[in-house]
């Protein structure tokens, strides 16, 4: 009777946690999504956004980010910093080693930047517009994505703002108990689940892909949905140097 007793709690206890899997989660912890403002407004309130709201300002893009309908994969303000050379961070992102503006400029012997707006509006715009897309679109409305199989599990091409090419998926990671250990066992994509964009810079050679993973997916402002980028993985543009030799050729 006893071991019946047992079997129903651990039996309800496993429905609950399932139950669980399907709420919002950011970074590994349930929250909110839903934001009572614009996509801009949501910018504007996070510490570690608000220089990404200024640059929209700076690009002459508020109006799209506080009328139109649209998803957009933030990145943060460390990967501006790091651009300009503000902070001494090294991420994963070999983007992190070198690329910044400053010291670039200084040793070419053009104008340094010192305040966001010493950048070509046009440059702030050209690269922001590669993480908005028409539309809202939350982590369940993408496809799976599987980059060691991608014949079988490929995500999805879609356009930015800009008419740039970036494949969205959702990995579903395998659920591992005792990992590392003889007993450990592994279910495949029975995971968490997480979002990646993969910029394309060039669609006829579809293997060069830039992914960066997704650090806190479905928030959810009034005009949009953000998703926002883990600032370790990738620099700003997905491509930094890129964007520091636009900085450098709009100042010769």
């Given at each position: 009777?006893?071991?019946?007793?047992?079997?129903?709690?651990?039996?309800?206890?496993?429905?609950?946690?399932?139950?669980?899997?399907?709420?919002?989660?950011?970074?590994?912890?349930?929250?909110?999504?839903?934001?009572?403002?614009?996509v801009?407004?949501?910018?504007?309130?996070?510490?570690?956004?608000?220089?990404?709201?200024?640059?929209v300002?700076?690009?002459?893009?508020?109006?799209?980010?506080?009328?139109?309908?649209?998803?957009?994969f933030?990145?943060?303000?460390?990967?501006i910093?790091?651009?300009?050379?503000?902070?001494?961070?090294?991420?994963?992102?070999?983007?992190?080693?070198?690329?910044?503006?400053?010291?670039?400029?200084?040793?070419?012997?053009?104008?340094?930047?010192?305040?966001?707006?010493?950048?070509?509006?046009?440059?702030?715009?050209?690269?922001?517009?590669?993480?908005?897309?028409?539309?809202?679109?939350?982590?369940?409305?993408?496809?799976?994505?599987?980059?060691s199989?991608?014949?079988?599990?490929?995500?999805?091409?879609?356009?930015a703002?800009?008419?740039?090419?970036?494949?969205i998926?959702?990995?579903?990671?395998?659920?591992?108990?005792?990992?590392?250990?003889?007993?450990?066992?592994?279910?495949?994509?029975?995971?968490?689940?997480?979002?990646?964009?993969?910029?394309?810079?060039?669609?006829?050679?579809?293997?060069?892909w830039?992914?960066?993973?997704?650090?806190?997916?479905?928030?959810?402002?009034?005009?949009?949905?953000?998703?926002?980028?883990?600032?370790?993985?990738?620099?700003?543009?997905?491509?930094?140097?890129?964007?520091?030799?636009?900085?450098?050729?709009?100042?010769?």
């Amino acid at each position: 009777m006893m071991e019946n007793i047992l079997k129903i709690l651990l039996a309800g206890l496993i429905f609950l946690s399932s139950c669980k899997r399907d709420d919002y989660y950011v970074d590994g912890g349930v929250a909110n999504p839903v934001f009572n403002g614009t996509v801009l407004e949501y910018l504007d309130s996070h510490p570690q956004l608000d220089t990404i709201g200024q640059l929209v300002r700076l690009a002459g893009l508020e109006d799209n980010f506080t009328a139109d309908e649209l998803t957009f994969f933030s990145p943060s303000d460390v990967n501006i910093k790091m651009l300009i050379g503000r902070v001494n961070y090294q991420g994963t992102d070999p983007g992190w080693m070198g690329n910044r503006a400053n010291q670039q400029l200084y040793n070419l012997g053009l104008d340094t930047i010192q305040t966001l707006a010493d950048v070509d509006s046009a440059i702030w715009r050209k690269y922001l517009e590669r993480y908005m897309f028409h539309g809202k679109h939350t982590l369940s409305d993408y496809p799976q994505i599987d980059f060691s199989v991608l014949n079988t599990f490929g995500g999805q091409n879609y356009y930015a703002y800009n008419n740039t090419v970036s494949n969205i998926g959702v990995v579903f990671h395998d659920a591992v108990t005792d990992e590392g250990k003889p007993t450990e066992s592994r279910l495949k994509y029975m995971g968490y689940r997480q979002l990646y964009i993969s910029y394309i810079p060039n669609v006829s050679i579809p293997e060069n892909w830039i992914d960066t993973p997704v650090a806190s997916s479905d928030i959810q402002p009034s005009n949009g949905v953000v998703h926002v980028l883990d600032f370790t993985k990738r620099g700003f543009g997905f491509d930094p140097q890129e964007v520091i030799d636009d900085i450098i050729q709009s100042k010769r």
